[in-house]
């Protein structure tokens, strides 16, 4: 049994090949070919066989999803492409309520007769586990919507893109970071287009058609004399959007120290200043450890977001679904009631929000058929509400869902997954400058690293790309072997500011793994820098 | 039907095969049947059910290989997908590092099928997911667990006439108990390829009586402490530790087994004289596929001998490169251990802490293979031999390769997760701060 928590996409080196979070049973296919959408007409009739047959059957609730799921990936290094992948992943999943137990069926045969058998079999589960069910399934209402159609407002879709764009754009960023003095590096481009349809018997029958895209590199370097090795990645981010997002633009760069992107990121020049990085970065000082106040970069802070705020406002953690897994959480359903919990001091504001433009988490309606939303999570620094679906609704006292449901492809069961969770800038102007500034004996951290969180999510440790001392307001230079550690609570109440707006960036991962069967959910978190004062940090160099 | 026979699973691929053009074919084909049952707060939350067959088919012209897959097997399909795979080769850059196909070959029989676990259908899943709910009803705990069985079959052929074929079956329960006020967790997985050794009731208590035992923990001040590892623990550090037994990226100089000025680090004391590590697809804990997707022949490979690593991993070009035989990657490890039982373990510890998981396992720095994670379901104080009391959760960082080095006494080996790992006492062991969590 796999334990990942968080399925990461990182150490390329090992295995660039692998093509993650791709559903084993994916079949590869032509470019041109994944276009082809099905008809919508087709699709309702499958969807209505499998409503009809489910409530025939003796379900009192059921819902399909027909499911194309596209994956291309482009993996290359050094002077070479490794590998060129394109699948479709094709089926139908069926959900049903039957003797108020819920149960699921999919099957990648997709005729009208396949489809109700695997209906059956979706009832036959339901109504195996009514026999130690508790107390029934109830669902929040949501009434039908129709027939409605919703689109990522992609510019360029990476599956019209010629592979060839694709392979010199990589190898272009090869050879800069090779002539830059790079031992190695890993480069890859992953493209995701999720077409499903949803129906429901409340009379729902949504098309969506979903892009997401994450260009990256990892650049490795060798001191063969010394036998060191060291890496940095690359500065972009998992989008919510397609090619569109490998089109430089001057307006979404965000300047300093390293140069950061938000929704047009320029691969050229970030691996020519990375691959410089890399050799600052090997011959760093090595940490001092104590007590320091961070000054974290949101390439680095959405992940801090994802892991402290993100997990424990689940309601099903919260609940105690996740226990057997992904754990619970530190947070209940009592200190959401109280309406003074103290998450954080006064500077922190986090919403959860399903509709941002270019983020991962962006649908129209989640999986379940709830038009999706945007709500406070903890407002000034209170906890005000958690992550719900729509049988969880009422467990908090909601009368709708928050449209949190997502499975990652036909053949996984829908539950509550994370929409995305941002810490909101400061309402009054500072920059990253500003900020510096004030800051006797601190870290800027840019980039995430390592991560690990404990199952309740109070302690953290995290790493980081790129570490840069902070002396009497001033950066003194690289940093390395650099991680901290602290306590959720304690660490958002020792929030010392957040930068306003026009530094606001989001970061993200595709692969947030929780369920079992695991399965990921991409997701973006967004913010702008932000420090906390008086972060334990540890030095993890070793000797072996 | 997704599980073929051999003689039909042989019947479609030589059928593939038969419409193919390109200098070099290989064709795989597999099918999975299976179904889970997930249960929270006492009663179950989601189950489902899958059936999926495919066929993957690449070809090659000078280096240029395109692959294609498909779930359909009328002739028609089957000749569209050989051609879809011929069509992208075509399109696709040549890769230096192809090699040529594997030739035929006898591979021996595996032990990884079992047709009692193979007939796992949802009401047996039920029933033992209600004793396991029993169990806790009745210790007044609330459970969590998962139960999931596959059901699988896999076959590949090529061009130059190699053809191999294996059915498998794998069963894995897992389920934590807590206690109603929060303050005690309990947990306890397995295993099996053969579903009538699996025992949800007695897997259930014993996750009931960490529970019951981990209630009220005290803090106790982070440091270096003697600790005995469960199997779960000790699988949990040394999965990390595996990847780095890989001749080339060791050779590139990018792993924890390159050596300083260049060169590895094969046949250096880097553990402990008391570490033998080896994989073996014929033992019969832990059954495995006798062959790997390239048609390589998996045989029982010695890694480490008395602490020191022995073999790396040669994929099939980089073996060309280093003109050695390929060698497939490392699975399946099986650490060796001694007689000791777990509770013999706890009784030589004078002062220790027994460690029952760990959790949210990280590589902080892969140049040393530094981890991070912590304690979770049942960290216990011992003193003078015995459980003395539980305490909090902590978190360590620390290296498996440190670690191995400092093994002072081992237990039976036993299943946990793909391994077969004995529990261990490790002195100097290092958690670096504590959690509050349970």
């Known amino acids: 049994m796999k334990r990942s928590d968080f399925l990461y996409l990182s150490g390329m080196s090992a295995g660039a090949l692998m093509l993650p979070n791709l559903d084993a049973f994916a079949r590869h296919i032509d470019p041109i070919e994944a276009l082809d959408g099905m008809d919508v007409k087709l699709k309702k009739a499958l969807a209505d066989v499998a409503l009809n047959t489910a409530r025939s059957k003796g379900a009192s609730y059921a819902d399909i999803r027909i499911g194309r799921y596209l994956n291309q990936f482009v993996a290359t290094r050094e002077n070479r492409v490794q590998g060129v992948a394109n699948t479709e992943s094709f089926g139908v999943g069926i959900r049903v309520i039957a003797d108020g137990c819920w149960g699921f069926a999919s099957s990648n045969l997709v005729t009208k007769e396949d489809i109700a058998r695997t209906a059956e079999r979706a009832v036959a589960v339901a109504k195996a586990n009514s026999k130690i069910q508790g107390s029934p399934v109830q669902l929040a209402p949501q009434k039908g919507l129709g027939e409605v159609s919703w689109k990522s407002p992609i510019e360029r879709n990476a599956f019209e893109v010629p592979v060839k764009e694709k392979v010199e754009l990589l190898l272009q960023t090869n050879g800069i970071a090779m002539a830059g003095g790079a031992s190695f590096i890993n480069s890859a481009i992953f493209a995701v287009n999720e077409q499903k349809y949803f129906a429901s018997t409340d009379g729902s029958y949504i098309d969506q058609d979903v892009h997401r895209i994450y260009p990256q590199f990892n650049i490795t370097k060798i001191d063969r004399a010394s036998g060191k090795f060291d890496t940095i990645k690359s500065s972009s981010t998992p989008m919510g959007m397609s090619y569109d997002y490998l089109e430089p633009r001057a307006e979404s760069k965000v300047n300093g120290i390293v140069t950061r992107y938000k929704d047009h990121y320029d691969i050229l020049a970030d691996v020519k200043e990375v691959t410089a990085k890399v050799d600052e970065k090997m011959k760093a000082k090595s940490v001092e450890p104590g007590k320091y106040d961070v000054v974290l970069d949101p390439s680095h802070l959405w992940l801090t977001i994802h892991e402290s705020v993100g997990h424990p406002t689940e309601l099903d953690r919260v609940l105690g679904y996740e226990a057997n897994y992904a754990g619970t959480s530190f947070l209940s359903v009592d200190r959401l009631n109280s309406k003074k919990f103290n998450f954080g001091n006064k500077n922190v504001n986090i919403v959860a929000d399903k509709l941002q433009k270019n983020s991962l988490g962006a649908v129209g309606y989640d999986d379940e058929g709830v038009p999706c939303k945007k709500w406070d999570l903890i407002k000034e620094g209170i906890l005000v509400n958690f992550q719900a679906t729509r049988d969880q609704a009422h467990m908090i006292g909601l009368d709708e869902s928050q449209g949190c449901s997502y499975a990652q492809s036909w053949a996984d069961v829908q539950f509550q997954r994370m929409p995305n969770v941002s810490l909101q800038p400061g309402k009054d102007k500072m920059s990253v400058d500003d900020m510096i500034k004030n800051v006797e004996k601190g870290i800027y951290i840019i980039g995430d690293g390592s991560f690990s969180i404990d199952q309740q999510r109070y302690n953290f440790q995290f790493g980081g790309q790129m570490f840069y001392e902070i002396k009497d307001g001033k950066i003194a230079g690289m940093l390395r072997d650099v991680a901290y550690q602290s306590n959720t609570q304690e660490f958002w109440n020792a929030c010392g500011g957040v930068c306003d707006e026009s530094d606001y960036r989001l970061g993200g991962a595709f692969n947030d793994g929780k369920g079992q069967p695991s399965q990921s959910n991409a997701v973006s978190h967004g913010s702008s820098t932000a420090r906390f004062n008086g972060v334990n940090v540890i030095n993890t160099a070793r000797k072996i | ?438």
Not at chain 2, 195 to 205: A, E, G, I, Q
């Open chain 2, 1 to 438: 039907m997704a599980i073929l026979t051999k003689e039909e699973a042989q019947a479609i691929l030589k059928k593939a095969l038969s419409y193919s053009k390109a200098e070099e074919c290989e064709v795989s084909l597999q099918g999975n049947e299976g179904g889970n049952i997930r249960y929270a707060r006492n009663a179950v939350s989601t189950a489902g059910d899958i059936s999926t067959m495919s066929l993957g088919i690449s070809s090659t012209f000078a280096k240029k290989t395109g692959t294609a897959t498909i779930n359909e097997f009328d002739d028609a399909s089957l000749e569209k997908v050989v051609r879809r795979s011929e069509e992208l080769a075509q399109l696709a850059p040549a890769n230096p590092e192809y090699v040529s196909l594997e030739g035929p070959k006898t591979f021996k029989d595996s032990k990884t099928y079992n047709a009692t676990t193979a007939a796992v259908n949802p009401d047996i899943r039920a029933e033992a997911v209600l004793k396991s709910l029993n169990v806790a009803k009745e210790a007044k705990l609330e459970a969590a667990g998962f139960l999931e069985n596959t059901n699988s079959f896999r076959a590949i052929m090529n061009s130059k006439g190699l053809f191999a074929y294996n059915k498998d079956t794998d069963v894995s329960f897992s389920v934590t108990t807590r206690n109603q006020a929060g303050t005690g967790s309990g947990y306890a997985e397995q295993s099996y390829n053969d579903v009538s050794k699996l025992d949800t009731l007695l897997l259930t208590k014993i996750a009931a009586g960490k529970a019951n035992g981990s209630a009220g923990a005290r803090a106790i001040e982070p440091g270096k402490y003697t600790v005995i590892l469960e199997p779960l623990a000790v699988s949990g550090m040394l999965s990390y530790m595996f990847n780095g037994f890989d001749a080339r990226s060791a050779e590139e100089g990018r792993n924890f087994m390159s050596k300083k000025g260049g060169g590895t680090r094969l046949n250096e004391q880097l553990f402990g004289e008391n570490i033998n590590i080896y994989s073996d697809p014929f033992h019969p804990d832990l059954p495995g596929n006798t062959w790997n997707g390239d048609g390589l022949p998996q045989e029982r490979t010695q890694w480490v001998e008395k602490g020191m690593v022995k073999k790396l991993a040669y994929s099939r070009y980089w073996a060309q490169q280093k003109n050695v035989q390929p060698q497939p990657s490392a699975r399946s490890m099986i650490l060796e251990g001694g007689n000791s039982s777990l509770e013999d373990l706890i009784k030589s510890t004078e002062k220790g802490i027994l460690v029952t998981r760990l959790w949210y396992i990280r590589m902080v720095d892969p140049q040393t293979v530094l981890l991070t994670g912590l304690t979770r379901d049942g960290t216990f104080y011992i003193e003078n031999g015995k459980i003395a009391f539980p305490v909090k959760n902590f978190r360590f960082n620390e290296s498996p390769i440190i670690m191995l080095n400092n093994v002072e006494a081992m237990g039976k080996p036993q299943r946990s997760e793909n391994m077969m790992v004995p529990p261990m006492k490790i002195r100097d062991f290092t958690f670096s701060s504590l959690s509050d969590a349970v």
